[in-house]
Every structure is written in C-alpha cells, then in structure tokens.
C-alpha cells in the first residue's frame, strides 16, 4: 500500500494506523516522490493536495500511463463537484478530512478485495469461492455452513485423494474433540445439499473401510 501525503504528523498517524491492521506500508510526502513507487503498490491512498501538484494530477498521469492500482483520495473538499471530478479522473474512492479510521481501514479493504484475484476451486459444474466462503452448483448458490464448506473446499483441492475420517478431522476441525461420526454426518449433509446419490457421486465418493473422497474429473 502506498500512501501519499504531504503532512509529516498525518502520515505518520495513518501509516501506524494501517500497519497496525496489518498492511505494509509505502510511503511519499510528494507526487514526485511517489511516481518511482506506483507500481509495488496495491492499492493507493493518495492526498488531494500536494507540495509539488495535486493529488489528481497525479491520478492523471497513473492513469495515462495504463496503471490501473486502486485509488482512494484523501481530501479536504467537501462539495459534491469535488468528489464527482475526482471519481470521473480515475479515482476509485473519495474520503473527506476528517474521517474516522474505521472507515478508511474499511474502504481500503473493499478496494483490496475488488483488486485482488479471487481464489476459487472449480471441477466441472461445482464452483467453490474460497474467499466469499460460497458455492456454486451449476449457477445456484448451495446453502452451506462454515464448516460443511471447509470440509468441501479440502476435499476437492486434491481430487481422487483418500482422507480417513481422522485426517480430515484434524484437518477441518483441528482441536475439536470430535469422532468419525461428526465427519460422516458433514459428508451426509454435503450429499443432501448437492442432490447427490450415495450410490452413484458426482462430487464425495466413499471408499469402504477408509473414508472419503472428491471424485476425479473424468
């Protein structure tokens, strides 16, 4: 993240800020300053007024030059044509002085997400949505909980692979203190919600005397 303000005591307090939460911070008082740092940044938080040009000139000029990193203006003017210029010069948000941090840390969050790939596990019709925790059945969301999830995304990372019922336990569950039980009763309500047939799986096979399986495509 690369933060770009001008004001030495109001980019230290932000920079504590986000890597208190838990971001690695990059950091210019200057848009020359800045220039050199763009592109090892994912997201922006760019100050509308600048020593050496303003903030959106800057913008301008990122996004002349093709990059599209996520920006989120920090900035003193308040009126409505002020946030409309700058949203129609490329910035992807717009947060008025002052602002409680909460909501920046929440903003920027929001951005990270839209700029980063989402990581998903698909095999054939199933589409499962590692950081939304959804998924996907041949274009309609399963109902699913936490844990049935879990259970689901593990099994399918490595399919045709056998997990006991003790392995996937330790692995879904951690330290909970459950039994096998608890594994076949996930698997019988991941069947029930994926319309399988026991007998014939499309997903979740059963191998006798071991455990479970997410089948191979194929």
Known sequence: MLLVEDEAAVRLGLRLALEKAGHQVLEAESA??????LKAAEVVVLDWRL????????????REKGLETPVL?????GEPKDKVEGLRRGADDYLTKPFLMEELLARLEALLRRARPRRVIQRGPLVLDLDRLEAHL??????????????????????????????????????????????????LQLREK?????RSPRFLETVRGVGYRFREEG
């Open 32 to 37: 020359r300053a800045a220039w050199p740092l």
């Open 51 to 62: 020593p050496d040009e303003p903030g959106v000139s800057l913008l301008d000029r990122m």
């Open 73 to 77: 203006m920090l900035t003193a003017r």
């Open 138 to 187: 041949e274009g309609r969301t399963i109902p699913l909980t936490r844990r049935e999830f879990e259970l689901l995304a593990f099994l399918a990372r490595r399919p045709g692979r056998v997990y006991t019922r003790e392995e996937l336990l330790e692995a879904v569950w951690g330290e909970y203190l459950g039994t096998p039980r608890t594994v076949d009763q996930h698997i």
């Open 194 to 198: 994926l319309g399988e047939d026991p």
